[in-house]
Nanobody
């Protein structure tokens, strides 16, 4: 069974940048559609960005132009580059991997905390 482990979270000032990483093990990473989600306190988990096995990307409107999702299949990793961070980006960020071109059913990582505050 595939496992995902996120890293790279932390405390950053507004306007700053962070790069999250999600490492996969236990399966053939390249065939997975991957997504980054986030969940802020008291809010539902929301989809932030996705990348297909073929490299096609999509973003939530709230992060378009600021966040970039990418993947390196040679390293079994997916990344989320976050620029121009805002306090409202504060959340626990999770990666998820799914098969068959969908994330409806998939495997979650444990999450990494991102806090944007001065």
């Amino acid at each position: 069974q595939v496992q995902f482990v996120e890293s790279g979270g932390g405390l950053v000032q507004p306007g700053g940048s962070l790069r999250l990483s999600c490492a996969a093990s236990g399966s053939i990473f390249s065939i997975y559609t991957m997504g980054w989600y986030r969940q802020a306190p008291g809010k539902q988990r929301e989809l932030v960005a996705t990348i297909t096995s073929g490299g096609r990307t999509a973003y939530a409107d709230s992060v378009k132009g600021r966040f970039t999702i990418s993947r390196d299949n040679t390293k079994n990793r997916v990344y989320l580059q976050m620029n121009s961070l805002k306090p409202e980006d504060t959340a626990v960020y999770y990666c998820k991997g799914g098969l068959g071109g969908t994330l409806e059913i998939g495997y979650w990582g444990q999450g990494t905390q991102v806090t944007v505050s001065s």
